[in-house]
């Protein structure tokens, strides 16, 4: 019984819950590594993801690959320093592609597990205990946006004041 029960969500699954098949076209890889993006991280396929909250959110396509570059050098920090005493915090605008990517449960936990031989669980609480908390949370975002100009040679906003220049916007992206 338990066996046909099984069969019958992954039918369900396989006829119904199939993600939209777009590639990852190679000039995007490209510019990935260029970028300085593990060439491992770069090869992820967050096509859908993206696709999907380009709509949802109203992005712009220059938004979504900036978030998605910085996204994919959050993985990069967190593949190549895998002992670091504080957590790496990110962006709101990585955070934003995070929760995204996550939802697609399947393909998320199938890239961790790539990437890390694990899932990478997601704790979105940091700095919301308190002050302590929050000045814990502040610590890890300094400590993390000097590791990320340490690892790619450029402060952590600098693609995301490319990103408002190119809105011609001084608000956050």
């Known amino acids: 019984m338990k066996t046909r029960i099984v069969d019958a969500r992954r039918e369900r699954e396989e006829r119904y819950l199939q ?11 490209a510019r990935l590594l260029r970028a300085g993006v593990d060439p491992r991280v770069a090869r992820i ?4 993801v993206k696709s999907n909250i380009c709509r949802r959110r109203r992005w712009s396509m220059k938004r979504c690959a900036v978030a998605e570059l910085e996204y994919k050098r959050m993985l990069t920090l967190l593949l190549w320093n895998p002992a670091l005493p504080h957590p790496i915090v990110p962006t709101l605008l990585v955070d934003e592609i995070w929760h995204a ?3 697609d449960t399947r393909a998320y936990h199938r890239d961790m597990q790539a990437l890390f031989g694990e899932y990478l669980h997601h704790f979105p ?6 002050a302590e908390s929050e000045r814990r949370k502040d610590e890890a975002f300094e400590l993390s946006s000097a590791l990320y100009a340490r690892t790619f040679g450029e402060p952590v ?4 004041n490319a990103l408002r220049r190119a809105r ?3 608000r956050g992206a």
């Open 157 to 160: 906003f600098q693609s995301l």
């Open 168 to 170: 011609g916007s001084s």
């Open 125 to 130: 609480y940091l700095g919301e205990d308190g």
């Open 19 to 29: 993600p939209p098949s777009l590639p990852l076209a190679d000039a995007n890889v």
């Open 45 to 48: 396929n967050l096509e859908a």
């Open 101 to 103: 990517h996550i939802l």
